[in-house]
């Protein structure tokens, strides 16, 4: 159980020991810093340990915040702080030498412990109130303060997402938030939540699979339904902040399986009516796969840049400060809501073909509108990348052996411009050949060690041109459509839906490599990219598979179930592994933009 030091004198009739223990807290006295020290060192070193003033008030929410937040080693609010494990030893110190001043005993703790090189963070406390009154008159003004504000309806109200979609922000918050508090009372967790929603939604797809109109209606309603629960999981994480690094695992993958479950599940059920449209599902799959990355690597090459304005970005905010424009920009790229709504409504009262036509033709302008905005203001910023970024973009581009090699025979040189063009050259040229020769072609082997060496070539410099941040989602439609293609062609029974199987677990290792970038605990160990081939090796491996069995195109589906199983095995292994870890980051995903 963690432990609160509540320090200096009690004061008559303050509920502040009663509300620390509602939050879990054991609550130990101490008169002074001396004491205070003392009831430190009897604390275990590996259990979290809080320091309160006694003559605190405010809500218990700004108690919560500060507390008991589990993403930092370090947070604080006017007289309280509290620390994990990792900032321990730094409180120690500075309980040790505490040193005299105006300021609460647990304001001077925040102050030595973020001296001493820890980072304190401070929750945004809006209305809330957090403070230690000087004086009765002092103290009466905060207690009136506190009953002013209604501290519940802050606490649901910022359980929502500040910055949303149009659908979810209109259509699904103003209740989910109350479904969220109802888990909470009911002691259900984030986790919980979240692997309901995936369920609802494999049951969805389930239904899609029936090829009926009772199917497709029900798979509508639950889909749906998946939705809310989707967003109620990061709503009951804030709530009770709940954040763990399991539910940063499960809630970063769990959207995209399910919903290309979701798409499994309409091109079974179209098939069921004779309808093939495994190659739309894949398609679909391969733009939201492919839109993401153009998301992941501009962020991940622009938040920590220098110099980073444009005219563009400035006239992007300027719109952003008339509010029509901010959600017709973001309804126009079909965020996840608006997105999951559509699939939901076209399903239950049209057909899968339909549902395809309608995701890929709106999915397709949302890519062309933020890719030729972020190309624009990437040309026309005077940015300048830092290492941290030029390594997370080459992290992204997930280059194995073969694009490792002229990397390593040529050094690691200076920037270039060229690198973008060329690793377009390369993929263009493979896309280009293998749609315009037949399945098979060995020409196309010749076409694929070509794109390795172009990848090659495009990694061999620190990622730092304006436009680099494009290389990884060039390489990812590559890798993608070359495998669409060569299944399409083949065209036997099994190819498509055994190239879906592949693209999805190559996907699940590239979102994997995303989100423990952006937990701050870089790529997935680079035995894991070789093992699987990196996307230059599985391009080429993909080929030649192509070639040897073109007289025996039957077992092409074969070879790629193969391959998917075991990209899919070795993936997940790790995945698993290091998400279940203590190394893993205590985050929660506040969810995909598009």
Known sequence: ?????????????????GELRSLGFEVRPAAGPQDAAAALAAVPADQRVAVVDSAFVGHVHALRLALTDPRFDACAVTGALAVQPGAREALDKAAAAPGDGPDPYADRLAAAVEAAGTAVQRPELGTLVAAVPATSADRDAAVAAVAAVDDEAVRLRTAVKSRDGFFTTFCISPYSRYIARWCARRGLTPNQVTTASLITALIAAGCAATGERWGYVAAGVLLLFS????????????????YSTMGAWL????????????????????????????????????????????????????????????????????????????????????????????IAVLTAFTTPRIVFYALLI????????????????????????????????????????????????????GPAASSVWIAAFGAVALIGFALSRPYGDPALIAVAVLYAVAAG????????????WLIPPLFRAAEYVTVLVLAAKADVPGALPAAFGLIAAVAYHHYDTVYRIRGGTGAPPH?????IGGHEGRVLLTT????????????????????????????????????VSSGAPAVHDEGEPA
Request: charged share 20%.
């Open 227 to 242: 939705f809310v629960l989707d967003c109620t999981d990061g709503q009951l994480a804030r709530y009770s902040l709940q």
């Open 362 to 413: 709106g999915c397709a302008f949302g890519a062309l509108y933020t890719t030729a905005g972020r190309v624009l203001r990437s040309l026309t910023r005077k940015a300048t990348r830092t290492d941290r970024a030029a390594q997370a973009l080459y992290d992204l581009t997930d280059s194995g052996p073969l694009a490792e090699f002229p990397r390593r025979l040529l050094g690691a040189r």
């Open 457 to 468: 070539e495009a990694v061999s410099r620190p990622l730092k041109g304006a436009l680099d």
């Open 544 to 579: 030649v598979l192509a070639a040897v069995l073109a007289t025996r195109a039957t077992d092409f589906p074969v070879a790629l179930t193969a391959m998917a199983v075991f990209v899919a095995l070795v993936v997940l292994v790790e995945s698993i592994r290091f998400w």
């Open 251 to 342: 809630d970063a993958t769990f959207d995209r399986a399910k919903e290309y479950a979701f798409y499994a599940g309409l091109a079974l059920g179209a098939a069921r009516n004779g309808d093939d449209v495994w190659a739309l599902a894949v398609g679909a799959m391969i733009l939201m796969t492919c839109r993401h990355v153009v998301d992941f690597s501009f962020n991940e090459a622009n938040h920590d840049a220098t110099a980073n304005t444009s005219p563009t970005a400035a006239l992007s905010d300027r719109l952003d400060s008339v509010g029509w424009t901010v959600w017709v920009r973001r309804m126009i790229i079909l965020p996840i809501g608006e997105r999951w709504a559509m």
């Open 527 to 531: 035995w894991l990219v070789r093992t």
């Open 1 to 17: 159980m963690p432990t609160v030091i509540l320090t200096g004198l009690p004061v008559p009739g303050s509920p502040l020991a």
